[in-house]
């Protein structure tokens, strides 16, 4: 006798909840405090989708985003440089600090994004990444005529 198996998945799942799902079950094991990229806020609407990234501490000029084929990738490299110079009685020192941080985060686009209509705003440590869905992915009414 074969057994039935159910899988219950829920009604609007799509692509971007399932890789944050995935990533977080890799990324749990960081040390507290150390994130692997920005958290990022997906929402659905008709007839697009709204990617939110946390950036605190960037500016727009300091993040790429890229489109090839259907993978969007968010990423930075910021480098930090602080000379400090300072005399005492005892002789002048001199202190060197250097600071870089990266990160690049990918998604996989569901197949209703069409990418040449992906648009982007930075405001106040908040990237908002506005993806449109193609037109021939939209649904469309059918019409039914009689076959007589």
């Known amino acids: 006798m074969k057994a039935l198996v159910r899988h219950n998945q829920p009604r609007n799942a799509n692509l971007f909840n399932d890789m944050d799902r995935l990533l977080n079950t890799f990324f749990e094991d960081l040390p507290a405090g150390r994130v692997a990229g920005p958290r ?8 697009r989708y709204l990617l939110e990234a946390e950036l605190p501490g960037f500016t727009e000029n300091e993040v790429d985003v890229k489109v090839e084929d259907n993978l969007l990738t ?51 440590g908040v990237l908002t990444l506005t993806l449109e869905k193609s037109p021939e992915a939209k649904p469309r009414e059918i019409k039914i005529r009689s076959a007589r």
């Not at 990022?40 to 007839?47: A, F, I």
């Not at 870089?100 to 069409?114: A, K, W």
């Open 40 to 47: 990022v806020d997906v929402r659905e609407e008709e007839n």
């Open 74 to 124: 968010i990423s930075s490299r910021k480098e930090e440089k602080k000379e400090e110079k300072k005399e005492e009685k005892s002789g002048t020192y001199l202190v060197r600090e250097r600071r870089s941080s990266s990160f690049s985060r990918s998604f996989v686009l569901p197949r209703d994004v069409d990418s040449q209509k992906i648009n982007g705003s930075f405001a106040d």
